[in-house]
Each structure stands twice: as structure tokens, then as C-alpha cells.
């Protein structure tokens, strides 16, 4: 079938994307960075949900654009058979199908796992959805915030004491298109062993899980519940937000001898000979104390001041940016991490790039635009012969 357009190490690769909204497309955007060729196979009428979502840009939505660059389009109607034929021919050159219903779906449409896998052997098969294909909870339906509150994210986010807070981002749903990303690729790597696909079963509530990390083993270690901390981190201390005689600043003196010389760019060098804060469990004991001591030696000068002296130390430090800043950030420029797009109708758009930098292949800094709703119907078609 057509080459991507972007050339990378998954070039070659030719992804159906029946998903929508945001799990399943941000997996398939990040295989589209990284070279296969993605096709949208949409709903009628309206396609994906996510053409309706905010912001708008005359008419257009930018948050369908960000997800779904570099894609193709193409409208069927799996319930009637002439578009079945048409589905069926692009999953016989297909490499990966990627969906993220609630279970039982396709199996109803005739195109579950059980009934593709004889038919298509070396298809790989992804499914991403709220709870997964097995369990008692398999068939509950799920959005990013439920699986953030179920998943305990929202237990361990905000401030002691605060309300319920849901993270900045859409961590179920992105958490849930990494993971699901990640399976494919290793199915993918499988296949090139054995000639044989693979069904790839991701759950947004075990995404949210395996990505309680730390917080999942205090609680497995304590059998007490961890809650928010606001800026702090539970283990290491100085790790968290200092206020400064301007904005905050971040600290994060990850080690004994980090702190010796956070001590001395602070001009307090009895502070690491304190018997309170000689380890870093004795530093966790006494974490107000201990803070209270930076502050107010950070409050006598502005952010600036600070963050020259914690770089020429090599102390791991930063100001705690808004999004204005950190997208105009010298790095993300050095970095590629703010591409363009240039749409039809809204013109040259900027949009967040690639993070996944492979040797020997390009990182341009322009992306093809998201398809308009059966944009490639036409060219599709006549890649499968089909009138």
C-alpha cells in the first residue's frame, strides 16, 4: 500500500485505525511519528467524536488535528456489506487494527479477535478500553477522569487536604495510548519471529495502576493509603517547590551529596553537617524543618538568581514554567518539540512534536494535516480496486 509520510523505523507498516476520541489515536499518531501509514476508518455522518471537541479553528477542530496528523480517511459502515468488502480487503493488507471499543463490539460487527485472527494470521489485533477484555468489569464504559478517580491517580494529586483533582493532562487516556503503543510494537517484533499476529489487550484502569509507581509500593510496604503531597515527592527530600522572593522554584537534591552542595550554593553549609538532615530518611523526618531552612534563605533573592547559582552547582533545579514558557523553551526549539502543520483551511498551525528520536531518521519540522472526514476514500479505493 502507499508509502507513510513520514519516513521511520515503522515505515513499511500499515495501521487501520478504528479508534476515536484520544486513547486509541494518540497510539496510532505516535506510530504515524514514528513511519507506518494509518488509515481512519470512520463512522458515518459525523466520524470521530473528536471532531466536535474544542478548541475550534474556523470551524475545524484543533484538538482532532493534534491526534490525528499524518493520517488518511475513510468512511465505512461496517453493518452493510458492501463497505464489510471494503473493510475486509484493507485488513487482508493490513499489519495492525487498532480499536478502542467497549468489549463485545466488534465481536457483534463479526470482526472480534476470535474471528479475524484464522482469516488474518499475521494481523495484529489492539484493543484499548476502559477496564479490558476480561474481568467483572470488562463491559463498564469509561472516559480519561473515570479511570484517573477508579486507578487512584486523583488519589495521590492536589494538596493534603484539597478536593478530588484530576492531573493537568489526560493521563488515562495518553497512559492508555503509550501502553497500548508499546504492545503492538513488541507484537510486531513477535511477528517477525514466529510469522504470527498477536491480540493486544490494554486496560485504561491497569495503565492507571502500573503507573502508581511509588505511591503502589509505600502503600504495599506501609499498608497505609498515600495521599496528595501538592509539589512535594513522598521519598526524597529536598525534592519539591520552594517559594523564592519572586516565583517558585524547583529543587530536587535526589542524593546525600546533591544536598552538600545545595548547602553550599545556599551559602549554608552547617545545614549538611545537621544531625537532622544527614541521610536522606533523616531529611524525610524532618521535611518541614528542613524546608522552612531553604525558604527562607531563597526569599531573599528572585528566581533568577537562584537558578544561575543551583546550574553552576549542578543541582537539578527549574522554574516552574506556564505553557507559554515551556514551549518556547531553547530546548524544545533544539529539539524539535514544536512542529508545524499546514491545514486546508485554517493555514500553518503549531502543534507539539515527536519526543521519540531514532538514529538514521529524519525529524521534520512540518506534518502532514488530519485528514478531512473521507478525505482519501477516493484514492483508497482505487489502491484496493474497488469501483
Not at 498477536?198 to 484502569?205: G, L, P, R, T
Not at 528542613?290 to 533573592?301: H, W
Request: with cysteine; hydrophobic share 40%; glycine share 10%.
Amino acid at each position: 500500500m502507499k508509502p507513510s509520510a513520514v519516513s521511520g523505523p515503522l515505515s513499511g507498516i500499515t495501521v487501520i485505525d478504528l479508534s476515536r476520541i484520544l486513547a486509541g489515536p494518540y497510539c496510532t499518531l505516535m506510530m504515524a511519528e514514528l513511519g507506518a501509514r494509518v488509515i481512519k476508518v470512520e463512522a458515518p455522518a459525523k466520524g470521530d467524536d473528536a471532531r466536535e471537541y474544542g478548541p475550534f479553528v474556523k470551524g475545524r477542530s484543533a484538538y482532532f488535528m493534534s491526534v490525528n496528523r499524518g493520517k488518511e480517511s475513510i468512511v465505512l459502515d461496517l453493518k452493510k456489506p458492501a463497505d464489510r468488502t471494503v473493510f475486509e480487503k484493507l485488513l487482508g493488507q493490513a499489519d495492525v487494527l487498532v480499536e478502542n471499543f467497549r468489549p463485545g463490539t466488534m465481536e457483534k460487527l463479526g470482526y472480534g479477535w476470535e474471528a479475524l485472527h484464522p482469516k488474518y494470521p499475521r494481523l495484529i489485533y489492539a484493543a484499548a478500553s476502559g477496564f479490558g477484555h476480561t474481568g467483572p468489569d470488562s463491559q463498564r464504559p469509561a472516559y480519561d477522569m473515570v479511570v484517573q478517580g477508579m486507578g487512584g491517580i486523583m488519589s495521590v494529586t492536589g494538596h493534603p487536604g484539597g478536593p478530588p483533582t484530576r492531573s493537568g493532562m489526560s493521563i488515562g487516556d495518553i497512559g492508555a495510548g503509550l501502553y497500548t503503543a508499546l504492545g503492538v510494537n513488541a507484537a510486531l517484533f513477535a511477528r517477525s519471529q514466529s510469522g504470527v499476529g498477536s491480540k493486544v489487550d490494554i486496560s485504561m484502569f491497569d495503565c492507571q495502576l502500573a503507573l502508581l509507581e511509588n505511591a503502589a509500593m509505600r502503600y504495599f510496604v506501609s499498608g497505609k493509603a498515600p495521599g496528595p503531597l501538592g509539589a512535594r515527592h513522598p521519598s526524597i527530600t529536598p525534592f519539591e517547590a520552594f517559594d523564592t522572593a519572586t516565583n517558585p522554584i524547583i529543587i530536587a537534591a535526589g542524593n546525600d551529596g546533591l544536598f552538600v552542595k545545595l548547602a553550599e550554593a545556599l551559602g549554608r553549609p552547617e545545614m549538611a553537617k545537621d544531625a537532622r538532615y544527614l541521610t536522606n530518611d533523616l531529611r524525610n523526618q524532618n521535611v518541614d524543618a528542613l524546608k522552612g531552612e531553604i525558604e527562607a534563605v531563597l526569599k531573599t533573592q528572585p528566581v533568577e538568581h537562584w537558578m544561575a547559582l543551583l546550574d553552576k552547582a549542578g543541582i537539578p533545579a527549574g522554574p516552574i514554567n506556564t505553557m507559554k514558557e515551556s514551549l518556547a523553551h531553547r530546548q524544545a526549539a533544539a529539539r524539535n518539540m514544536v512542529i508545524t502543520m499546514t491545514d486546508p483551511v485554517c493555514g500553518e498551525m503549531k502543534f507539539v512534536g515527536n519526543p521519540v528520536k531514532v538514529s538514521g531518521y529524519p525529524d521534520p519540522n512540518t506534518r502532514a494535516p488530519a485528514p478531512d472526514l473521507d478525505g482519501n476514500r477516493a484514492q483508497i479505493l482505487k489502491e484496493l480496486g474497488v469501483a
